[in-house]
């Protein structure tokens, strides 16, 4: 069974795929489909869903709620994509690097990943993001310094492992150089677990950037779903559209990604069970 | 009545198995008192078959037809707590890996006890003491401190000692032994044999064991039954059987099992193309920090070879024989010693200076499911080497073809990838990708250990006819001393990283010098065998 | 039990809190805006002689070296210097909210692993059930809520919609309670914040607990424990889940690390007065002392965690040496 059959095989993995794709559609239509951004005031504030023109109603100030959820889904892909190819980026790299030398390198690159794990990465990133100034691009940033480690300790793992293999013997046996090994030999085999913990990194990174929004960390310009939940704490006791909506976007994105990280682990090791 | 008899019985595998029944209308008896062996190769049925009678089938694996008659009570009609209460008292078993069969984080002491107190009223204090007892009478010295004792820090033939311990606990009429040796070195497992044999005659007890190695059979089995396919294509007594089989496939298979009896003749003088002396390899354990002592696996290790020869390394595990091949190959750095090719010494070379001498020395490994690259065709596996020497992509095909028909395979294999072969297969491929560097010499780590044993003869055949076709200086290492009587002409034997006793192979095998070799020649299963 | 191996891992602790300290200290002093136009801002005075007051009082006319040294050796003796906003020594503000903090981690853990371990263990017994998908989608959707939102959510459905629990703060303000009523009090508040902290990680033992005991399940102990004749609850209990437990210490030791730093969106939106309410205010008022006092007790903290989980994991598992 080729690997599409595999992944295709699972309906949550279906699901998973099917939503994230409607929702990049949704993301890259916003513009075309709300021309006037999500930032102008169109109707009176806290009407709920269902008023006459507004079909997921209005925030505290009067903003169409349907047009922030869209232009949010674009915020949210964004620094979920990009912060997340940035770590993986960096963490492959590293990580292979100390997996596939051993030594100082290795014990250098645990000394780091360590170092990450002891410090309190959230406060990091609002101090990182608060020093940066806060924008779309010190998110990406921030969350990207934050997370790289996770990848480069599993990178480092499978290079550990798969470095004994005989296969590996053999490659520098009949004259393989260093780096032609990592390429050819190594790396297709490592990227199973790569490719699985990118793609829950992606969701996690979403849910790092509505917590930074919510937080008022967000960039000041841009519409976000964490933002809008922020705004509509004051409100939330009487329009509980203006909070739940948002909320169950972020929900709905990031159980789609993890719908597609579960199938590609299972479609990547088709020898796990249950 | 017999003990136990199995009637007709089949077994089905769950959908989307190679074949639909693991075990076919197969009928066998065992008597009181009695050793019945069942021997096959890999996928015959024969450990299934054994589990059977425990009850103790796999999910998704269904007993579909037939009986299982104990004391004439059909087992495979009896309730899941009727099983329950048989299993320690009535049948007991044994596995093949002590080291997964007992659990990592409990004592010895509590888990034979559990045994005992899964079905004695008895408080855990008595039922160790009882325990100890039991550990002194399967030879282990200090039962005391045994009972404290995690498996891990037990040696393989000491758990597998606990393992029987606990099976015999309850004094079962019946033993079932799946493979119990097989993950042990050769002496350890002739004392294990031993031990089996005097316990089942100082209780009468009967004994199912389950083995592919038929020197086994000949020490241990008073009747055997031989499976394939989950079919018995022959049983009867051990005499019977062995000495004048009926069914081709038994004798295809006593045929291919190496005798080690006939001793390749003394290899031409020639020149040494290898010489190694002094060599030496220290392991230390933990980082940079770290205060443990460093462990020697090749000490002072000397050796000459020439072409058109086989050198044998023989060993147990630990002996360091892996550890030296893979100094002598340069996949690691020695500590100490030269490594003479051609009188150019290798073993402290630059890698730059190394990188035009490698494809002089080639290797052949011992696991063929981790030894090719899984995501790579078998073309570029092979072909790989030539190319990185600038050899032009079309005529390493081309040769590559050639040296596949070489070594049995069709050349239209170069499109495949390595799962869709065998073991055997994968061994072929294994040695064509060593081949096709045009190498001198030729290093085989254990090559056939993972194999069935007529797959083996087949591939031992074919590594000897390559040596001579190609006056290849060959390094054998093995465990087995059969198989390296079958290929080398000279023998040097290892243990605990140095060299004990070297020679000609007939000399070794007739008139062994050290009392080492003396103990390994003893171990060999099946050596009163005619 | 090593002591030179303990003495060695504490050691290690100073080492990587020197470490912590260096860089937050680089860190925080490149950001852009000094603390004393931060206190003066505050204030309302911004002319030049106060804010050159200012500098002195806390040592910022300093040359940066000369500012780490200082600031080092005074940690080294407990003091982790003043706030520039409220004016108090950090560690006592940080040690007023501490333990309220480790409070409702330690609740958080509890539940967490609790209730992780039996959700998971259930839907390990019978693979690919009714019961194991339920546990399975409910712990994805776990993973997928957002924390700040989920707390939202709780103090909508409980404080608002039901009026069964109270949706902020950790006591009834005015209340005074003592004794077993300020217990109780405090026990109700503790609910909707610790169960919203728990959740995602109660997801993560679930799973964790499934796929360790259907791994365990696999192993050939698991098959002698059956073959010596037990029953399958004992099987169950003493094989597997004892050795599927052995993953699980990692995990807990890494729940309480994540936990000690990365309260602070629960804190923010149940108003709990902890380090990480404490955290994102300094960081809002630019209060670069607090911040690094912060990162310094927290790592101290999770170093200490770290080091207990080892020791735990080493009594779970024998076969693990400490000291490798």
Redesign the interface.
């Known amino acids: 069974m080729s690997f599409a059959r595999r992944f295709f095989a699972s309906p949550p993995a279906i699901f998973g795929f099917a939503v994230f794709l409607a929702i990049v559609a949704i993301a890259l239509a916003a513009p075309l489909l709300f021309a006037r951004g999500p930032l102008s005031i169109v109707d009176m504030p806290l009407l709920p869903p269902g008023s006459p023109g507004l079909l997921a109603g209005s925030d505290v100030i009067g903003r169409d709620m349907a047009v922030g959820l869209a232009y949010g889904a674009r915020i949210s892909l964004l620094v979920g994509i990009a912060s997340t190819c940035c770590a993986v980026g960096i963490g492959v790299l590293l990580g292979a690097i100390a997996g596939y030398y051993g030594g100082w390198l290795d014990d250098l690159l645990m000394r780091v990943t360590e170092f990450f794990q002891i410090i309190p990465s959230f406060v990091l990133l609002m101090v990182l993001v608060a020093f940066l100034q806060p924008s779309l691009g010190s998110a990406v940033i921030g969350i990207a310094l934050i997370t790289w480690p996770q990848v480069a300790r599993v990178v480092r793992g499978q290079f550990l492992s798969l470095r004994s293999r005989e296969f590996v013997e053999a490659a520098r046996i009949i004259g393989m150089g260093d780096a032609r090994i990592i390429f050819t030999q190594i790396l297709p085999n490592a990227l199973p677990p790569i490719v699985v913990v990118s793609s829950m990194m992606v969701g996690n990174a979403i849910l790092t950037e509505s917590a930074l929004s919510f937080l008022g960390l967000g960039d000041p310009n841009l519409m976000s779903w964490g933002s809008m939940i922020g705004g509509s704490r004051v409100a939330m006791w009487v329009a509980w559209w203006t909070t739940v909506l948002p909320g169950l976007c972020i929900v709905i994105t990031v159980l789609a990604l993890n719908f597609i990280g579960d199938g590609l682990n299972d479609a990547l090791n088709p020898r796990r069970r249950g | 009545m017999p003990l136990l008899a199995l009637q007709n019985l089949t077994i089905a595998l769950p959908q989307g198995a190679d074949r639909p029944l693991a075990v076919e209308d197969v009928s066998l008896q065992i008597g009181r008192n009695e050793i019945v062996c069942i021997v096959g190769e890999s996928g015959s049925g024969k450990s299934l078959t054994a589990h059977a009678v425990m009850g103790l089938l796999p999910r998704g694996v269904v007993a579909t037809g037939g009986g299982i008659l104990f004391e004439g009570a059909d087992l495979l009609k009896e309730t899941q707590e009727a099983m329950r209460r048989r299993r320690g008292p009535d049948i007991a078993m044994i596995f093949q890996d002590p080291m997964a069969a007992l659990n990592p984080v409990m004592t010895v002491g509590h888990q034979v006890a559990e045994q005992i107190r899964a079905h004695r009223a008895l408080s855990e204090h008595r039922a160790q003491k009882q325990t100890e007892e039991l550990l002194g009478q399967m030879g282990l010295k200090d039962p005391r401190g045994l009972l404290k004792a995690y498996p891990h820090q037990l040696s393989g033939g000491q758990r597998q000692r606990v393992m029987i311990a606990m099976a015999l606990s309850l004094s079962p009429k019946l033993l079932i032994a799946d493979e119990p040796t097989t993950a042990l070195d050769v002496t350890t497992q002739a004392q294990i044999l031993k031990l089996i044999k005097r316990l089942q005659a100082e209780r009468a007890m009967s004994v199912l064991f389950i083995t592919h190695d038929f020197g086994v059979v000949a020490d241990m089995a008073d009747s055997v039954a031989v499976m394939r396919h989950g079919r018995i294509v022959e049983s009867g007594t051990t005499r019977q059987v062995l000495g004048s089989p009926a069914h081709d496939y038994t004798r295809a298979l006593l045929a291919a099992v190496p005798k080690g009896e006939n001793y390749l003749p003394p290899p031409a003088q020639a020149k040494a193309l290898v010489q190694v002396s002094g060599l030496t390899k220290r392991f230390r354990r933990g980082g940079l920090f770290s205060r443990s002592p460093a462990i020697t696996a090749v000490d002072q290790v000397s050796l000459s070879l020439s072409r058109g020869e086989t050198l044998g390394v023989v060993g147990e595990s630990g002996s360091g024989k892996s550890t030296l091949a893979r100094c002598v190959i340069r996949l690691l750095d020695p500590d100490a010693g030269e490594v003479l090719l051609d009188g150019a010494d290798i073993a402290h070379m630059r890698e730059r200076r190394l990188r035009p001498l490698r494809r002089r020395i080639q290797m052949v490994f011992q696991d063929p499911f981790s030894s090719l690259n899984p995501r790579q065709t078998i073309g570029d596996i092979v072909t790989a080497g030539p190319r990185i020497l600038g050899e032009d992509a079309g005529q390493a095909r081309a040769r590559a073809a050639e040296t596949l028909e070489l070594v049995g395979l069709k050349p239209e294999c170069m499109h495949r990838f390595p799962h869709e072969f065998s073991g055997g297969q994968r061994q072929r491929i294994g040695l064509a990708r060593a081949l096709m560097l045009k190498p001198d010499v030729l290093i085989a780590d254990e090559p056939v250990s993972a194999l069935d044993v007529t797959v083996q003869a087949q591939v031992l055949k074919l590594l000897d006819d390559v040596r001579r076709q190609m006056n290849l200086a060959m390094l054998f290492i093995t465990h087995d001393m059969r198989v390296a009587a079958e290929v080398c002409h000279r023998v040097m034997v290892m243990r605990h990283g140095q060299v004990v006793e070297e020679g000609l192979t007939r000399d070794i095998f007739t008139a062994p010098a050290s009392d080492y070799t003396k103990a390994l020649l003893a171990a060999i299963p099946g050596r009163q065998w005619p | 039990m090593k002591f030179s191996y303990i003495a ?1 891992r504490l050691v290690k602790t100073v080492l ?1 809190t020197v ?2 300290v260096l ?2 200290f680089f ?2 002093r ?3 805006g000094d603390a004393a136009t931060v206190m003066a801002g505050q204030t309302g005075f911004a002319d030049e002689a106060y804010m050159k007051g200012l500098r002195a009082e806390y040592g910022l006319d300093q040359p940066l070296p000369v500012q780490l040294w200082r600031y080092v050796s005074r940690v080294a003796q407990g003091d982790l210097g003043t706030s520039y906003v409220r004016r108090q020594p950090v560690a006592d503000i940080i040690l007023e909210r501490l333990p309220n903090t480790l409070l409702l981690d330690a609740f958080a853990l509890l539940v967490a692993a609790a209730g992780g371990i039996w959700l998971g263990s259930v839907a390990a017994r019978r ?2 059930s009714a019961g194991d998908s339920a546990v399975t989608v409910l712990a ?2 776990f ?7 989920l707390g ?2 709780m ?2 459905v409980f404080a ?1 919609w039901f009026h069964l629990l109270p949706p902020f703060g950790i006591e009834t303000m005015g209340a005074d309670y003592t004794g077993l009523a300020r217990l109780g009090d405090v026990a109700q508040h503790i609910i909707l914040p610790g169960m919203t902290l728990a959740l995602f990680f109660l997801a993560s033992y679930a799973r964790l607990t ?2 360790a005991m ?1 791994d365990v399940a696999d ?3 698991v ?9 399958e609850r ?1 099987v169950a209990r ?2 597997i889940l ?2 599927a437990l ?1 993953p699980l210490v990692t995990y807990a030791g890494l729940q309480a ?1 994540l936990l ?3 309260s ?2 629960v804190e ?1 939106v149940f108003s709990w007065p902890g380090i990480g309410t404490l ?2 205010q300094a ?2 008022s ?1 209060d670069n002392p607090l ?1 690094l006092g ?2 310094i007790v ?2 101290i903290l ?2 200490l965690f ?1 080091l207990i989980t080892d020791i735990a994991y080493s009594i ?4 693990v040496e400490l000291g ?1």
Do not use: C, E
Request: hydrophobic share 50%; no cysteine.
């Open positions: 060695g990587i470490a912590v860089l937050s860190l925080i490149a950001a852009p693979p690919g994805m959707l993973y997928a809520v957002p924390q700040f939102w939202m959510m103090v909508l608002v499934r796929t259907i192993q050939d102990f098959k002698t424990a059956r073959a010596k004749g037990l029953t004992q003493r094989h004892r050795n052995i690390s000690v730093g990365g602070v969106l923010n955290a994102f960081v809002q630019r911040l912060i990162f927290t790592a999770v170093s770290n779970a598992d024998p076969r490798r």
